[in-house]
T-cell receptor, first 112, second 115 residues
């Protein structure tokens, strides 16, 4: 059974810093991995989706990498801004038609 | 393109009462999901529909939860009777089967408080 963890649970950084959020999964037989952002009281907004055959995906200041063999993905945020403050969740979909399994999220605070 | 629509946004009920949530997915998305998100946790899948058929309801507490998608478009999730532990955000998501990546798109969620 796939399990997804995200460390740290919370992170606080000053504005302008580059930062890395981590996502780990136990079963490497994945189809793809999706990173989401969730603002308080809101739904999830898709940030990046990375296929199992890809090593990384980029969108603006965001870069997601995937290392299937080690069961890890990282989300890199460059030049962080206060508007980046939110909870970031990763979700993993298995190879055999399984649905996404979500991590608990990392709550990010970017201080002005 | 309109996103996933959900209502109501907030609902407060007493235990043993019933509640219903509504979802309208992105136009053309045949796959619809209901997730439960308890505070501080990631979303947990309750049920997945493909058109009007159920694909996965293995984690749906069927003694109190029910869901339908009669015409293969919008969907309703019902809880009856509600328990205190049902307090959570109920998220609806959709995806298109023609999208081989299977990217998920979420609505704003319906926050349920059971007193």
């Amino acid at each position: 059974k796939q399990e997804v963890t995200q460390i740290p649970a919370a992170l606080s950084v000053p504005e302008g810093e580059n930062l890395v959020l981590n996502c780990s999964f136990t079963d490497s037989a994945i189809y793809n991995l999706q990173w989401f952002r969730q603002d308080p009281g809101k739904g999830l907004t898709s940030l990046l989706l990375i296929q199992s055959s890809q090593r990384e995906q980029t969108s603006g200041r965001l870069n997601a990498s995937l290392d299937k063999s080690s069961g890890r993905s990282t989300l890199y945020i460059a030049a962080s801004q206060p508007g980046d403050s939110a909870t970031y969740l990763c979700a993993v979909r298995g190879n055999y038609g399984q649905n996404f399994v979500f991590g608990p999220g990392t709550r990010l605070s970017v201080l002005p | 393109e309109a996103g996933v629509a959900q209502s109501p946004r907030y609902k407060i009920i007493e235990k043993r009462q019933s509640v219903a949530f509504w979802c309208n997915p992105i136009s053309g998305h045949a796959t619809l999901y209901w997730y439960q998100q308890i505070l501080g946790q990631g979303p947990k899948l309750l049920i997945q529909f493909q058109n009007n058929g159920v694909v996965d309801d293995s984690q749906l507490p069927k003694d109190r939860f029910s869901a339908e998608r009669l015409k293969g478009v919008d969907s309703t999730l019902k809880i009856q009777p509600a328990k205190l532990e049902d307090s959570a955000v109920y998220l609806c998501a959709s995806s298109s089967p023609s999208d081989l990546q299977g990217e998920l798109f979420f609505g704003e969620g319906s926050r349920l408080t059971v007193l």
